[in-house]
């Protein structure tokens, strides 16, 4: 499992090498990046035929169209009547736009490019990461399983949710970089600043800034024994400052510092309290099965491994763990950190059994890998219903990209038949309605829950289940 690709060779062509001193090093790729490019481009392609989600996809794509066509963010909340005066602090505002604006022009297949990228940027940062540590193909592909696996769940539904997962993905990146580099001063503070306009979890990359940042210390102090070794370190207070740097980017939003209070006072509205996907990680599900065998195998390796356990990597393990058990919701951001350390651990673990028999070896990087990487890359997006579309001009049927619970039909006797009043509506319709009924249509409630005045959601919630008086 552990095969180390692309060792060096003792001898290559001349022609070989002519082509070889023709291409720049940073064009150069292991043949390993090949075997990356055809698993995650099947995936891909996987993703970008999966049918969209009748629920809040349609609902963040009217907020999209609403901000595109009056070009200026709502007070309050208004799409729902019955939330009429709520006053809305919009925390996916760029994500809508730029939904919307991709709906617009590629109908249902750019929505489903969109997701399946997001998918597949995050992969790319995993796969890298992980394969630069351990130079094992095999472990770096077990780290990209798992981490399908275990977000397989949150994957199938396409929300904004997505977009902060590919800037959790960058972060993550950058800080489990062994060299600082100057840019980094730049690119962590702008990651967060772009996050914070594109979902609320922002909050989880400054949680992850601020468990790197006092897990350095901690390493500085065990190493040494004296906390001021750890206040002078200079990677210690280069992580502090850009930790406070990141914080400051993240008020770069429309809303300022009301950003943060809506942020961290979400999780407590009641009305989140009947939503399933809010509830505690249950192990009686698949989902919470599946995490409860990560978790086991993670304390595997880590007893195993004779790698250094940074804390930082400890306190974030910990951290989002907690906070998946608290809500299953929360998983999403465990998912990626756990895939990355299972893989290096694991990687090590079974060197400690299986060493090397000699020296290490080099990884041969040739242009003629990343030319083959192109044109996987080239084949998995000219199949995908968006490349069809826009190379070959053939639009996608709209049924066949919706999921069977879509309610189409309903919306098309709707648009026959106006109602003139008030309309009650489940919560996983209220979304398409608002998108594609007729105009100014009164829906009851919306998957914006948090938005629904308690009274209101307390009624709705009598009627959907039958209480009593629900008459």
Same mark, same amino acid.
């Given at each position: 499992?552990?095969?180390?690709? &692309?060792?060096?060779?003792?001898? #290559?062509g001349?022609?070989a090498?002519?082509?070889?001193?023709?291409?720049p090093d940073?064009?150069?790729?292991?043949?390993?990046?090949?075997g990356?490019?055809?698993?995650?481009?099947?995936?891909?392609w996987c993703?970008?035929?999966?049918?969209?989600?009748?629920?809040?996809?349609?609902?963040?794509?009217a907020?999209?169209?609403?901000?595109?066509?009056?070009?200026?963010?709502?007070?309050?909340?208004?799409?729902?009547?019955l939330?009429?005066?709520?006053?809305?602090?919009?925390?996916?505002?760029?994500?809508q736009?730029?939904?919307?604006q991709?709906?617009?022009?590629?109908g249902a297949?750019?929505i489903?490019?969109?997701?399946?990228a997001?998918?597949?940027?995050? =992969?790319?940062?995993?796969?890298w990461g992980?394969?630069?540590?351990?130079?094992?193909f095999?472990?770096?592909v077990?780290?990209?399983m798992?981490?399908?696996i275990?977000?397989?769940?949150?994957?199938?539904?396409?929300r904004?949710?997505?977009? !902060?997962l590919v800037?959790?993905?960058?972060?993550?990146?950058?800080?489990?970089?062994?060299?600082?580099?100057?840019?980094?001063?730049?690119?962590? +503070?702008?990651?967060?600043?772009?996050?914070a306009n594109m979902?609320g979890?922002?909050?989880v990359?400054?949680?992850?800034?601020?468990?790197?940042?006092?897990?350095?210390?901690?390493?500085?102090?065990?190493?040494?024994?004296?906390?001021s070794?750890?206040?002078?370190?200079?990677h210690t $207070?280069?992580?502090? =400052?850009?930790?406070?740097?990141?914080?400051?980017?993240?008020?770069?939003?429309?809303?300022?510092?009301?950003?943060?209070?809506?942020?961290?006072s979400?999780?407590?509205n009641?009305n =989140?309290?009947?939503?399933?996907e809010w509830?505690p990680?249950?192990?009686r599900?698949v989902?919470g099965? =599946?995490?409860?065998?990560?978790?086991?195998a993670l304390?595997?390796?880590?007893?195993?491994?004779? $790698?250094?356990?940074?804390?930082?990597?400890? /306190?974030?393990?910990?951290?989002l !763990? #907690?906070?998946?058990?608290?809500?299953a919701r929360?998983?999403?951001w465990?998912? +990626? /950190?756990?895939?990355?350390?299972?893989t290096?651990?694991?990687?090590a673990?079974?060197?400690?059994?299986?060493?090397? +028999?000699?020296?290490?070896t080099?990884?041969?990087?040739t !242009?003629?890998w990343?030319?083959?990487?192109?044109?996987v890359?080239?084949?998995?997006?000219?199949?995908?219903?968006f490349?069809?579309? %826009?190379?070959?001009?053939k639009? %996608?049927?709209?049924?066949k990209?919706v999921?069977?619970?879509?309610?189409?039909?309903?919306?098309?006797?709707?648009?026959?038949?106006?109602?003139?009043g008030q309309?009650?509506?489940?919560?996983e319709?209220g979304?398409?309605l608002?998108?594609? !009924?007729?105009?100014?249509l009164?829906?009851f409630?919306?998957?914006q829950?948090h /938005?629904? +005045?308690?009274e %209101?959601?307390? &009624?709705?919630?009598?009627?959907?289940n039958?209480?009593?008086?629900?008459e």
């Open positions: 499992m552990s095969t180390t690709l &692309d060792v060096e060779k003792p001898h #290559a001349p022609s090498a002519l082509l070889q001193d023709h291409v940073w064009l150069r790729a292991p043949r390993a990046v090949v990356f490019a055809m698993l995650i481009g099947a995936l891909h993703y970008s035929i999966q049918r969209l989600h009748h629920t809040d996809l349609w609902g963040h794509l907020y999209g169209r609403l901000i595109s066509t009056a070009h200026t963010l709502p007070a309050t909340e208004p799409l729902m009547p939330a009429e005066g709520v006053p809305f602090i919009d925390t996916a505002w760029l994500t736009i730029l939904g919307f991709m709906f617009s022009q590629w297949s750019g489903q490019f969109l997701h399946a997001a998918i597949s940027v995050c =992969l790319t940062l995993l796969a992980c394969f630069r540590r351990t130079h094992s095999g472990f770096t077990a780290g990209i798992m981490l399908e275990l977000n397989w769940y949150q994957f199938q539904i396409v904004p949710q997505l977009a !902060g800037c959790f993905s960058v972060l993550a990146t950058l800080i489990s970089s062994r060299r600082w580099r100057p840019i980094y001063w730049l690119a962590i +503070p702008a990651t967060i600043a772009v996050w979902h979890s922002f909050i990359g400054l949680a992850l800034l601020a468990c790197a940042t006092v897990g350095r210390a901690i390493d500085v102090w065990r190493r040494t024994g004296q906390f070794a750890a206040r002078s370190d200079v $207070r280069r992580l502090l =400052l850009t930790t406070e740097l990141a914080a400051v980017a993240a008020l770069v939003n429309p809303y300022g510092l009301r950003l943060y209070a809506e942020v961290l979400f999780s407590s009641p =989140l309290q009947s939503l399933i509830d990680l249950n192990f599900t989902q099965q =599946l995490t409860a065998v990560a978790g086991l304390a595997v390796v880590y007893r195993l491994s004779p $790698r250094r356990v940074p804390a930082g990597e400890a /306190l974030a393990l910990v951290a !763990g #907690a906070a998946a058990l608290w809500s929360f998983l999403v465990w998912a +990626p /950190l756990a895939a990355a350390c299972f290096i651990h694991a990687h673990a079974w060197r400690r059994f299986h060493p090397l +028999p000699g020296p290490a080099t990884l041969v990087r !242009g003629k990343t030319a083959i990487t192109g044109g890359m080239w084949i998995c997006l000219a199949w995908t219903p490349g069809i579309q %826009v190379l070959h001009g639009s %996608v049927d709209f049924n990209s999921s069977k619970d879509t309610p189409i039909a309903a919306v098309e006797w709707l648009q026959e038949h106006p109602p003139a309309i009650f509506n489940s919560y319709w979304d398409y608002v998108w594609a !009924g007729p105009q100014n009164k829906v409630v919306t998957s829950a /938005l629904v +005045p308690r %209101v959601w307390r &009624d709705y919630m009598t009627v959907i039958l209480g009593s008086n629900w």
